[in-house]
C-alpha cells in the first residue's frame, strides 16, 4: 500500500505557516530594540519589498506564502513521484 500527498494540500498548509512565521517573526522583531533583526535583514535580501513596516509585513508575508507553497508543491510532487 502506497501513500500519497495531497500537493495542493502540502502547498497551501506550507505557504500558510512560512507566512505566518514571517509575520511572528516580525512582529517580534518591532517588538524589540535588536533581537532577530539579522534575520530580518536577510529575509529582507530575499523578499524584495519586505521591511519592519506594516506594508513591508504584508509583501513579506506573500513573498513567503508562494516561496513556501511552490517549494511544498515540488516537494510532495517529488514524493509522490519516488513512492
Known sequence: MTQ???TKAVALA?????SLGVLFM???ALASESYLH????FIASVYLGYS???GGIITGMIW???DAAIGG???AWLYNKFN
Open 38 to 41: 539579522n534575520m530580518v535583514d
Open 73 to 75: 508543491f515540488v516537494f
Open 52 to 54: 519592519l513596516s506594516f
Open 14 to 18: 506550507l505557504g500558510l505557516m512560512w
Open 64 to 66: 513567503g506564502f508562494f
Open 26 to 28: 516580525s512582529m517580534t
Open 4 to 6: 500519497k500527498l495531497n
